[in-house]
Nanobody
Framework: VQLQASGGGLVQAGGSLRLSCAVTGRTITSYNMGWFRQAPGKEREFVAA????????YYADSVKGRFTIPRSDAENTQYLQMNSLKSEDTAVYLCAAGEPMNMNWNPQRGDSYDHWGQGTQVTVSS
C-alpha cells in the first residue's frame, strides 16, 4: 500500500486548507487512518484519526472544532479539512494507515500505524 499526501501550501491565519491522502494498493476502508504533524524543532504530534469503519473520529484538543477528517470511499482518499487556521498550525503534515486487526490501536500514537505517506507542508502566516 502507498499513501500520497497533498494539498499543503501557504495560507493566511483564519483561512482554510484541505489536505488529501490518496491510498493505493488497497481499499481505504481496510485501514484506521490518521494525520500527524511535525513543526521545526518539535516532535511529531497527533492531529486527527478515524477508525476503519468510519464510526469513530479522534481529534487533538488543539484542533477540535476547527479540523475534520472526512473520507471518500469512492476516491479511496482520506482528507483533513482545516478551518480557522492559526500560525501554530504551521508544520509538515503526514498521513498514516493502521491495520484494522490491531486490537491495540491507539489513534494518538504513531507506532500504532503501519504505513506512512510523505509529508505536505502547511504554512500559516499571521
Amino acid at each position: 500500500v502507498q499513501l500520497q499526501a497533498s494539498g499543503g501550501g501557504l495560507v493566511q491565519a483564519g483561512g482554510s486548507l484541505r489536505l488529501s491522502c490518496a491510498v493505493t494498493g488497497r481499499t481505504i476502508t481496510s485501514y484506521n487512518m490518521g494525520w500527524f504533524r511535525q513543526a521545526p524543532g518539535k516532535e511529531r504530534e497527533f492531529v486527527a484519526a478515524v477508525s476503519w469503519s468510519g464510526d469513530n473520529t479522534y481529534y487533538a484538543d488543539s484542533v477540535k472544532g476547527r479540523f475534520t477528517i472526512p473520507r471518500s470511499d469512492a476516491e479511496n482518499t482520506q482528507y483533513l479539512q482545516m478551518n480557522s487556521l492559526k500560525s501554530e498550525d504551521t508544520a509538515v503534515y503526514l498521513c498514516a494507515a493502521g491495520e484494522p486487526m490491531n486490537m491495540n490501536w491507539n489513534p494518538q500514537r504513531g507506532d500504532s500505524y503501519d504505513h506512512w505517506g510523505q509529508g505536505t507542508q502547511v504554512t500559516v502566516s499571521s
